[in-house]
T-cell receptor, first 113, second 115 residues
Framework: AQTVTQSQPEMSVQEAETVTLSCTYD???????LFWYKQPPSRQMILVIR??????QNATENRFSVNFQKAAKSFSLKISDSQLGDAAMYFC??????????FGKGTKLTVNP | DGGITQSPKYLFRKEGQNVTLSCEQN?????MYWYRQDPGQGLRLIYY???????QKGDIAEGYSVSREKKESFPLTVTSAQKNPTAFYLC??????????????FGSGTQLSVL
């Protein structure tokens, strides 16, 4: 079964600096998708970024980018120029040949002014 | 605006009572999902539906029931058989399901507590 591991329960960053959140996953599939979702204090989940495994180029969305290492089964999220509004829980998720998305347990990000 | 509406925002259940959480979407999505979120845990799938009048159990379906009579609606009933129902419940939808490419759109959630 596919598993998703986020090894950092909590992280903190100073405003305007860069932070990287880690995610590893386990799968035997060759074609799949990876996601980062953000859950702010409002608790509504929002898609941050999506990566297709067959694409070697790392996905980027404005200040958010990923470092996708397929062989290592690693999918980290980099947030540049951190803003106070980036404070949230971040969940990594895997979507593959199975019938459902698998989520990690999340990383709580604190942004210090 | 298109989106997913969950109600109520807060819900309290008495011992032995069944309660129903509402989820409505106007995104014209085929697939809908119910997730449970406990503190310190990721999202765990309760039930999902790919099409009207059809649904499948997720990882933690025991003590829950669903229906999908309309494309727009996917209510979740927490039955008295669910002995630990206190949690945050999230409803989601996606255009398709099973491709692994599901971009999920989430509602704002319902916090269920036991009195």
């Amino acid at each position: 079964a596919q598993t998703v591991t986020q090894s950092q329960p909590e992280m903190s960053v100073q405003e305007a600096e860069t932070v990287t959140l880690s995610c590893t996953y386990d799968t035997s599939e060759s074609d799949y998708y990876l996601f980062w979702y953000k859950q702010p204090p409002s608790r509504q989940m929002i898609l941050v970024i999506r990566q297709e495994a067959y694409k070697q180029q790392n996905a980027t969305e404005n200040r958010f980018s990923v470092n996708f290492q397929k062989a290592a089964k690693s999918f980290s999220l980099k947030i540049s120029d951190s803003q106070l509004g980036d404070a949230a829980m971040y969940f990594c998720a895997y979507g593959g040949g199975s019938e459902k998305l698998v989520f990690g347990k999340g990383t709580k990000l604190t942004v210090n002014p | 605006d298109g989106g997913i509406t969950q109600s109520p925002k807060y819900l309290f259940r008495k011992e032995g009572q069944n309660v129903t959480l509402s989820c409505e979407q106007n995104l014209n999505h085929d697939a809908m999902y119910w997730y449970r979120q406990d503190p310190g845990q990721g999202l765990r799938l309760i039930y999902y539906s790919q099409i009207v009048n059809d649904f499948q159990k997720g990882d933690i379906a025991e003590g829950y029931s669903v229906s999908r009579e309309k494309k727009e609606s996917f209510p979740l009933t927490v039955t008295s058989a669910q002995k630990n129902p206190t949690a945050f419940y999230l409803c989601a939808s996606s255009i398709d399901h099973g491709t692994g490419n599901e971009k999920l759109f989430f509602g704002s959630g319902t916090q269920l507590s036991v009195l």
